[in-house]
Every structure is written in structure tokens, then in C-alpha cells.
């Protein structure tokens, strides 16, 4: 047996003790991780008797609003039950519940709900729920606007032709469908309330998406208060008939994973953690010269734009062009200012012909390769112009509105046999131009408030914004000339999350980003992998992790194999942090694990 001596028994005491305080000190001084919530699997289906008994007595029937739930649920999820009013009064443990145009609703309905939402669990609810008491008197909307912050401003009456719904891409919601993505949902007897929140998924536009005040159209609102997950969207079942590309299946399917919890992660559209993109272009035809005036205004804000080119004109100021292409793109507008679509594959082809003759004897024939870009004259073209377009090197063309139901570029269907390295990317210009301003006759004041609204909304929905001018309406005194200088100084303010280039350079980020192979939806064990297809060379992909509880962030990024570039992370909002892949990514396969 080995013995200590006195003194050497106290300061062996006297340092355990020093170990024990500074253990307990630095646990006590240690950050306290939250533990993650549980996900939510179980769905609850509300049938509401009093709804039921309303409708029947006011000659329709309840019947296909709980029907087109119940489809949902039995195709979408694992464990869904239907719930009476004495299931709900009983009390359901937390998971999911859905409140389908539940009208009528008790006092005690009412308690129940508010309680299950208190105990952590999830709320779906769509259009008057709650609207009416339970002797069919109508109480308003206090109900929704206290469990969700919100104030439901109005309807979305016939005559405003409002009824297309605009999904927010690379939202916490609305990550499965793209920025801007157009659902039409009809003109129905239950008509569709307007909501102003402070956390939207979507918005109500007409078909051109005319800006209207932000504070009038929300039509999808979310909230997290205490744990409880809540969403509500301003439209009936009944507009699900009208959705004929079946888009709102996907939105539910991301609202869905939203109320359970489930990190989600999805490719983001824009690289190097942009959340839109801007493309400023002129069609440069008559007037030629006023381009000039446009491309300085770019230059002091260091911002390169593109010069659609009416090549007929173009060849009268040389000089002119030559001064654009030192520091922006140059492209296509065609030789004369007419229209392609419709018209014979032979005169196409021959006035094409002329346009890239025209194009070579004015900028050389060494740098027209660089010429890759169109925009069609009225924004006439059609299937045989893209094929004619490809033939003599363009690459991308800037469309008209009705070309995309989305606010994203994508790729011209007009030859199926060709991939993504050689299609034609097709850009749809969804923002107004200085034709429909001047159409409107606005005047200045007004019509500066709506470019800037105009701005606002594609910049929310992460969508490809498209400002198109006219050189012959550039002058001193044209309105462009007025409203775009203010708008350059918006995009400046905006320098860190809007990526402003040239149509070359948003058509070859298109490319690179369509050779990732990922599919979007939900962590496995906090892990995910993605593919990079020939050739490779990516640089700047983003990815968009969804957070399992407000402000529980990811914390850290591990790469699951070794030589793996490991992205930035960066916390976007409460709801979304981002991985940006700055480094190129090669050919090949990319796992990585996610710690909240």
C-alpha cells in the first residue's frame, strides 16, 4: 500500500476540488445545444360537422373539400387519421392538422385547436376557417389573424382577374417549385382571401404580374410561436380542379415538411448565395446611339448589360458598337425589326444569314463567337427560329412572358434530342418594359413606385428578373431615362444577394447548375449527396438547408469523404441557412452530414 503525507493529501484535495470547480464551471459556461424537435409524423384530417350542416343547408356540400384532402394524405404521407369533434375536444397529440375550410367552428372547437397548437403541435388552414360561429354567424377573422399575426385585408374579387398564385422559390415552404412558378386557381363561388403577414410563401398577381401594393396580395402565410408550426393559405380546396400541371400537390408536399420539422435541402437557383439574378438589357434599334447613355449609367455602377443589336442599324454606327462590346455583351436583335413566328423555315433562314453577315462585318469575324445572344424583334419566334438560332451559335434568347409559367430561365424544348450542354436557354422578360410603362401612361412618381414594387416581387420569389428598354426611348427626356437610374441605384443597394450580369453569363450558370443532379426534400440522418455530371467545372453552387425550428441554424458542415471541398455556411434567415460551393466541383459524387 503506498502512503501520502499529510500535506500531500490536502493538495491533492485541495487540486481536486480546483478540477471539480473549473469542470463546473465550464460546463455552466458551455452554450446548451437545443435538442432538436421531433419530427411530426401523424396527420389529423378535421371534419367539421358544423361546416358540413352549413353548406347542406345553404345547397352544397362539404363533401369534395374533405375528399381532395384526403386523396393528398393517403398519397403523400405515412400516417394520417381523420379526427371528429370528440377526438379534437379529447385532445390529439402533437402532430399535424388540417383544417380544410373549416367555416364554423365552436367555442370550444376553437380552445381545442389553440390547445393542441400550445402543446407544439402543427396547423394547416385554408380560406374562412373559423369565419363563422357555431350558429353560422359570421365572426370574422380574428380566429386566423391571432394564430398567425397576420390581418386578412380583402377579397380577390372576379373582376380583378387576380387569380394566379406566385410561389416565393427556395422558400421554407415553396422550396419543391420555382421562383415565381404560375398556378391558376379559377374563378370559384369561395373566393380567395388577400393576407398581409410578415412571412409569406406566395403572392396573388394577375397573369402579367402587375405589381400591386404589398400589403393586398399575400396569399400564403406562415408562423412558428412557441414550437407550434402554422400556415395558412387564402384559397379553397375547390381551386385544386384548375391546377392543371398539378404544381399545388408540390407546394403542399414542402408546406407539408415545413409543419413536421424536417430539414429539407434543395438546390438553390442562383450561385454563390445570390437569391435572384438581374439581367439589364437594351434592344438597340433606332436611335442608336442613345445606347451609349444607357451603358454609362451601367459602367458607373460596374454592371454589365447586354445590347441586343437591330444589326441593320447597328452596321451604320460602328463606332458605337465598338464602344458598347469594351465593357458589355453585344448580341442579336435580328436585321429588321419584324417578327419570326409563323413564317417559313426559308425566309428564317435568310434573314438569320443576314443578320450574322451583318454582325461579321461589324464587329470582325474573330469576336463574333463571342455573339451568342438574341432577342426576337416584338418578341415573335417560334420553334424553327430556335433551331435556326442554334445553327449559327446563339446560345440564349430573352422571351417574351407567355414563353414560362416560372420567372426562371430554362431550356427550349424546340429539338428533345438535345441536352442541357447545347439547348438553347430561353430567358422570359416578366418584369414590365418601357413599352408597357409608356402604354400606361404613367406618370413618373407612379410609375417609379411600380418598377420598384416590380423589383421587390422578383427579388422575394428568388426569381430572373429581365429589364428590357428601347434605345429610341433612351433619350434625355425618355421615361427610361428617368426611372432606370434610381432602379440601378436599388440594384447597388442590393450588390450582396442580387447577381447582375450580362444574358451570357446567366445562360452559362444555367448550364453549369443543371449538371448537379440532386434531388430536393428531406435530410437523411442530417446527410445528403449530390452528383456533379460531364464536364463538371461548377463553381458557386448553393444549396438551401431548411431549419427544423426557427433560428436552430446549422451549425457545422462535415464532408462524409475525404478531398471533399466543404461549402461556407452562412445563416440566411430564421427559417434557411445556405452551403456556397465557391471552389469548382469536378465530375463526381458529394456526400455530407449537417449538425443543427
Not at 380574428?142 to 394564430?147: D, G, S, Y
Request: aromatic share 10%; with cysteine.
Amino acid at each position: 500500500m503506498q502512503f501520502f503525507s499529510y500535506q500531500a493529501v490536502c493538495l491533492l484535495r485541495r487540486s481536486k476540488a480546483m478540477l471539480l470547480l473549473a469542470l463546473l464551471f465550464l460546463t455552466a459556461a458551455a452554450p446548451v445545444r437545443a435538442a432538436l424537435p421531433e419530427v411530426l409524423d401523424q396527420f389529423y384530417l378535421y371534419e367539421s360537422p358544423l361546416t358540413k350542416a352549413f353548406f347542406a343547408a345553404n345547397g352544397a356540400t362539404y363533401d369534395p373539400m374533405k375528399d381532395r384532402w384526403k386523396s393528398y394524405l393517403r398519397q403523400s404521407t405515412t400516417s394520417f387519421k381523420e379526427v371528429t369533434r370528440a377526438n379534437l375536444l379529447a385532445g390529439l397529440k402533437p402532430g399535424v392538422l388540417v383544417l380544410g375550410s373549416a367555416v364554423l367552428l365552436d367555442e370550444q372547437e376553437r380552445d381545442a385547436v389553440n390547445q393542441f397548437a400550445a402543446a407544439g403541435g402543427s396547423l394547416l388552414m385554408t380560406w374562412g376557417t373559423g369565419a363563422r360561429d357555431a350558429k353560422g354567424k359570421w365572426v370574422g377573422y380574428a380566429f386566423l389573424e391571432k394564430l398567425l399575426d397576420m390581418k386578412v385585408v380583402g377579397k380577390v374579387e372576379f373582376e380583378s382577374n387576380e387569380r394566379f398564385l406566385n410561389t416565393f422559390g427556395d422558400g421554407p415552404l415553396s422550396w419543391a417549385l420555382p421562383a415565381g412558378e404560375r398556378v391558376f386557381l379559377g374563378e370559384i363561388a369561395e373566393t380567395p382571401l388577400r393576407v398581409d403577414s410578415t412571412h409569406l410563401a406566395a403572392r396573388y398577381f394577375d397573369w402579367q404580374r402587375a405589381p400591386k401594393p404589398k400589403n393586398t396580395n399575400g396569399a400564403v402565410a406562415f408562423l412558428e410561436k412557441n414550437g407550434s408550426r402554422r400556415v395558412y393559405m387564402g384559397f379553397s380546396e375547390a381551386s385544386w380542379d384548375y391546377d392543371e400541371r398539378l404544381r399545388l400537390p408540390k407546394l403542399l408536399d414542402g408546406v407539408m415538411a415545413w409543419l413536421q420539422h424536417r430539414p429539407i435541402v434543395s438546390k438553390a437557383a442562383w450561385p454563390n448565395g445570390d437569391l435572384s439574378a438581374q439581367l439589364l438589357e437594351m434592344d438597340t434599334e433606332a436611335k442608336y446611339p442613345y445606347a451609349l447613355n444607357f451603358a454609362a449609367e451601367l459602367d458607373q455602377a460596374k454592371i454589365k448589360g447586354t445590347f441586343y443589336s437591330l444589326t441593320s442599324i447597328a452596321k451604320d454606327h460602328r463606332d458605337v458598337v465598338k464602344k458598347l462590346a469594351e465593357k458589355h455583351e453585344i448580341a442579336y436583335h435580328a436585321e429588321v425589326h419584324y417578327g419570326f413566328k409563323g413564317k417559313p423555315v426559308d425566309i428564317q433562314k435568310e434573314r438569320i444569314d443576314t443578320m450574322v453577315s451583318d454582325m461579321t462585318s461589324i464587329v470582325g469575324s474573330r469576336f463574333l463567337a463571342s455573339v451568342t445572344g438574341f432577342r426576337a424583334p416584338t418578341e415573335s419566334w417560334d420553334a424553327t427560329t430556335e433551331k435556326l438560332l442554334r445553327q449559327v451559335g446563339v446560345s440564349h434568347h430573352v422571351a417574351d412572358p407567355a414563353s414560362s409559367e416560372t420567372r426562371l430561365p430554362f431550356f427550349s424544348a424546340s429539338e428533345p434530342e438535345l441536352g442541357s450542354e447545347k439547348a438553347i436557354v430561353v430567358m422570359p422578360r416578366t418584369q414590365m418594359d418601357d413599352l408597357n410603362y409608356l402604354g400606361l401612361k404613367l406618370e413618373l412618381d407612379k410609375a417609379s413606385e411600380l418598377i420598384m414594387l416590380d423589383f421587390d416581387f422578383l427579388h422575394e420569389a428568388g426569381a430572373l428578373g429581365v429589364l428590357s428598354v428601347h434605345s429610341q426611348n433612351y433619350g434625355p427626356d425618355g421615361l427610361m431615362a428617368k426611372l432606370t437610374p434610381p432602379y440601378i441605384k436599388r440594384l447597388q443597394q442590393h450588390r450582396l444577394d442580387v447577381w447582375t450580369v450580362s444574358g451570357q453569363e446567366i445562360a452559362a450558370w444555367w448550364r453549369e447548375r443543371e449538371r448537379v443532379a440532386f434531388q430536393p426534400g428531406p435530410l437523411n440522418n442530417n446527410q445528403f449527396t449530390f452528383a456533379v455530371k460531364a464536364p463538371g467545372q461548377v463553381s458557386g453552387l448553393t444549396l438551401v438547408v431548411t431549419h427544423p425550428a426557427k433560428d436552430m441554424v446549422v451549425k457545422r458542415v462535415l464532408a462524409t469523404s475525404a478531398n471533399t471541398p466543404v461549402p461556407e455556411l452562412v445563416h440566411l434567415d430564421a427559417w434557411r441557412s445556405i452551403l456556397i460551393y465557391r471552389n469548382e466541383l469536378k465530375v463526381g459524387s458529394y456526400s455530407f452530414a449537417l449538425e443543427f
